[in-house]
């Protein structure tokens, strides 16, 4: 069975600041995890993804995400906040398997303060 | 090359009603995924389709179904439909087979809303 938890519903930090968005996993085969965003009225787009090649993934727009299989781990980062990153991101993890389900975070809402 | 396309965009309808959502996905991408997403449950997978069959399914009750066409554009069609189903009903296509496991396309949804 698989599951992500997005530990925080909410994150706010200054333009110009460290972004850290925290998910953690659950799965019983090796994962394929990814990173969602969702601007307002927006579909999703593909931040980055892991498939088991680097464990550090570079994604768009500056982002970054480690993953951390003692600790299941897959948190989001990016050195510096810009305003345009203000949107809802979404952890996703998917098993491979025929019957795994694709599974989605609940979503952590970036609030970015000038 | 045009994105992945949803119709249409806004629906309402009322309880008892039923509902056909469309879904044209990117050209040469022969899977497609439907999702619903709701404030309370968040974003939940409802099924895939690849070349016209369905290869995973989601926990949604049978009053949710879809289908594949040849042209690889897809449908979703709930019936008898509850308060509960108003939500933002999210498409996304693949080109691999393994459409869950590789990046999605998604598009910009419809909303529907059930009086």
């Known amino acids: 069975a698989q599951s992500v938890t997005q530990l925080d519903s909410h994150v706010s930090v200054s333009e110009g600041t460290p972004v850290l968005l925290r998910c953690n996993y659950s799965s019983s085969y090796s994962p394929s995890l990814f990173w969602y965003v969702q601007h307002p009225n927006k579909g999703l787009q593909l931040l980055l993804k892991?498939?088991?090649?680097?464990?550090l993934v570079k994604g768009i727009n500056g982002f970054e995400a480690e993953f951390k299989k003692s600790e299941t781990s897959f948190h989001l980062t990016k050195p510096s906040a810009h305003m345009s990153d203000a949107a809802e991101y979404f952890c996703?993890?998917?098993?491979?398997?025929?019957?795994?389900?694709?599974?989605f975070g609940k979503g952590t809402r970036l609030h970015i303060l000038p | 090359k045009a994105g992945v396309t949803q119709t249409p965009r806004y629906l309402i309808k009322t309880r008892g009603q039923q509902v056909t959502l469309s879904c044209s996905p990117i050209s040469g991408h022969r899977s497609v995924s439907w999702y619903q997403q709701t404030p309370g449950q968040g974003l939940q997978f409802l099924f895939e389709?690849?070349?016209?069959?369905?290869?995973n399914k989601g926990n949604f009750p049978g009053r949710f179904s879809g289908r594949q066409f040849s042209n690889s554009r897809s449908e979703m069609n709930v019936s008898t439909l509850e308060l509960g189903d108003s939500a933002l009903y999210l498409c996304?296509?693949?080109?691999?087979?393994?459409?869950?496991?590789?990046?999605?396309?998604f598009g910009p949804g419809t909303r529907l809303t059930v009086l």
């Open positions: 996304a296509s693949s080109p691999l087979a393994g459409g869950l496991s590789g990046e999605q396309f």
């Open positions: 996703v993890v998917s098993g491979g398997n025929r019957d795994d389900k694709i599974i």
């Open positions: 389709y690849f070349s016209e069959t369905q290869r």
């Open positions: 892991y498939t088991s090649a680097a464990t």
